[in-house]
Each structure stands twice: as C-alpha cells, then as structure tokens.
C-alpha cells in the first residue's frame, strides 16, 4: 500500500562522513522532490526532478547532492554533513509539476 | 519577507470547536495547498484548490484569488484533529511553505 517509501527511517552519521537517503515510489510520478525540516519549521525544498531534469533550488548548498536513476527511485547525498543538517529529510512526489504532492514517511538525520 | 503567511500560528480549541486558519501569499499561484503534518509524522495533502471551495468530512478549504488569501476550516474538531496545517502555494514549478499553524483540540 505504501506509495512513497523513504529508507532509513532513521539515520545517525558522524560530522564529515558521507550519508546517501533512499526514496522510492510506485505512483509512476514524474516529479520528485527532496525536503529538508528542521524543528517547527515549514519544509525547505532542497531541489526537485521532472522525469530526468534536475532542478536545483538557487540556496541549497554544494554540500546536497542528488540522483535520479530511475522513475521509482531518488537519492539524496550529504558529502560532508555538518551538525547544522541535522533534521528530518522528507521525499515527495506529483505527477505533474504543482500538483498535489505524496509524502513519504521522512528519514531523521542525527549528525554526531 | 515570506511569501506565504499563515495565522494563527498557535491554537487551541475545545472539542467540538469550530477552527479556521488562515493563509495570505503575495505571489501569483497556480495552485494552493492545505497539507497536515501529525507530530513525528509524515505530510499528508488535505486539498489543492485553485478557486472557490472544497469539502472533504469535516475539512472545508476556500480561496479568493483576488484576495490572495485561503482559510481551513475544521467543523466539529476532534482530539485526533491535533497536527501542524502547513499552507503551501505553486507558482509555476515552485513550492512556498508557510510555517504552520500547530492545532490543539483538548478532550
């Protein structure tokens, strides 16, 4: 029944060490989107893909990266996570852009 | 300055309460965007609404374009109502959060 699946739940890294976030669907939704939110906070949009084009939110930091391999899934790297990127990282998905959005669970990054 | 603003950003109600929240953005949209977000939880869509108004149970959603503004309203609130309710806006391809307002219902 899941439509929007984020792994791990929860995540704990260490300051500096790379961390990759899982996100899959099986809506077949074109759009996918990454989040990030920090405690009573709106979500921030780090960067979204239409299908294969990467659209990447003008002060998402270098540090952020993600891939696309497929429709089903979407990945997003920390590089070098420091103790400010420590929050709950949220994927979501619209079948076209604007429309209505499908959230998945969120992954809590803890940064030690 | 944000470009969505939503007010209150704190209530509490009792149960059985009638609540509205507010919601003003200063862009051009193409859509709005009630979402509700439990605590620990993820997002989920209540309504995306482009003019006039929709219902679904207890939940009624309006917006007046010209205004630039949207209400949610909640008849009959309930316990299990408590959430943060996040308006969103899409003009174009973009996504503007406003920071939520945290209800309360009390038993």
């Known amino acids: 029944d899941a439509m929007v699946i984020q792994n791990p739940r929860y995540q704990v890294t260490q300051f500096g060490k790379p961390v990759t976030l899982s996100c899959s669907q099986t809506l077949n939704h074109n759009v996918m989107y990454w989040y990030q939110q920090k405690s009573s906070q709106a979500p921030k949009l780090l960067f979204h893909y239409y299908d294969k084009d990467f659209n990447n939110e003008a002060d998402t930091p270098d540090n952020f990266q993600s891939r696309r391999p497929n429709t089903s899934f979407c990945f997003l790297d920390i590089r070098s996570p420091g103790l400010g990127d420590a929050a709950m990282y949220l994927c979501?998905?619209?079948?076209?852009?604007?429309?209505?959005?499908?959230f998945g669970p969120g992954t809590r990054l803890t940064v030690l | 300055k944000n470009e969505v603003e939503q007010s209150p950003q704190n209530l509490t109600a009792q149960e059985g309460e009638f609540i509205t929240i507010n919601c003003s953005y200063s862009v051009g949209i193409s859509a709005l965007h009630w979402l509700q977000q439990h605590p620990g939880g993820g997002i989920v869509s209540l309504f995306m609404?482009?003019?006039g108004k929709k219902k679904h149970g207890r939940l009624i959603a309006t917006i007046n374009i010209q205004e630039k503004h949207s209400s949610l309203h909640i008849t009959a609130s309930h316990p299990r109502d408590s959430a943060v309710y996040i308006c969103a806006v899409t003009p174009g391809n973009q996504f503007y959060f406003g920071t939520g307002t945290s209800l309360t219902v009390i038993p």
């Open positions: 979501a998905t619209s079948r076209e852009n604007a429309d209505t959005q499908y």
């Open positions: 609404l482009s003019s």
